[in-house]
């Protein structure tokens, strides 16, 4: 294309220079100066193509990020829906089983209660004469017996009375399948004095050998007795002021608690 365009500029300037209208020096320069207009031409038209094809590769670039994070952000979306949907069955699943929770809480309860009503109902008589007391709190039921009417002071072999007493909560007990039954053995601050340390150096082993006594009654006449234990607390649990008689009295105690299985 460059000799075409130079070959045009030399036939449009031969009529000149023989006409006699431009010198040879002018003829030079006016070749020089298209040739030079020319070779800047197609240095811009290069430019441009190259530029025009860089433009293009990047669009091609462009486009691939732009389908690479089109496909990011729909697997993004999908992994959040999905985890929506765990989450929402999650919360499904922890609200039926609260609900069956609250349920069971409740039934246990009322059995609880049941079970506190018949004993006040079968030990009325006992309850009456200040022998025996029943208190239930938070699921847990207590049966407080006071010492003698189960045991003559000084020993923990439960005397003839005192079994007929056991018979009455037994029998309710026999009921009971869902709990645990702990026996606790309570003294009064009194030290062991006299031959009797032989047997119980202190209230310790007063305390653990009533305790002890009741469960294995308990355990004879058919309670199951893997739901059994014992405990002894000695005279450090007081339910009363130990300075006076009544109060020694009340802590002087067997105590037959009715708690929730492990």
């Not at 006992?126 to 010492?147: A, C, F, H, P, R």
């Not at 310790?204 to 058919?222: D, F, H, M, P, T």
């Amino acid at each position: 294309m460059r000799k075409t365009f130079g070959a045009i500029i030399v036939l449009a300037l031969v009529p000149l220079a023989a006409a006699g209208c431009v010198s040879k020096s002018e003829y030079t320069k006016a070749v020089q100066s298209a040739e030079a207009r020319q070779t800047a031409l197609d240095a811009e038209n290069m430019r441009l193509k190259s530029e025009l094809a860089d433009a293009g590769k990047r669009n091609e670039q462009l486009k691939g990020d732009l389908m690479l994070k089109s496909g990011e952000l729909g697997k993004t979306i999908a992994d959040l829906r999905q985890r929506v949907s765990a989450l929402e069955s999650d919360n499904t699943r922890l609200g039926q089983e609260l609900t069956d929770s609250q349920k069971a809480r409740e039934e246990k309860v009322r059995e609880v209660s049941t079970t506190y009503d018949q004993l006040v109902a079968k030990m009325k008589g006992e309850i009456d004469k200040g022998q025996v007391t029943i208190s239930e709190l938070k699921g847990k039921l207590t049966v407080n017996m006071v010492e003698a009417i189960l045991f003559d002071s000084g020993k923990a072999e439960i005397k003839p009375e005192g079994l007929i007493v056991l018979g009455k909560v037994i029998e309710i007990l026999k009921t009971v399948n869902d709990k645990a039954i702990r026996i606790e053995g309570h003294t009064d601050n009194k030290a062991i004095v006299g031959p009797l340390t032989q047997r119980y150096p202190t209230n310790w082993e007063l305390s653990a050998g009533r305790a002890i006594n009741v469960a294995r009654y308990l355990q004879k006449q058919g309670i199951e007795p893997g739901s059994l234990s014992s405990a002894a607390y000695g005279e450090f649990k007081p339910v009363a002021d130990n300075s006076t008689f009544e109060g020694r009295a009340k802590n002087r105690r067997i105590e037959i608690v009715l708690v929730p299985k492990d």
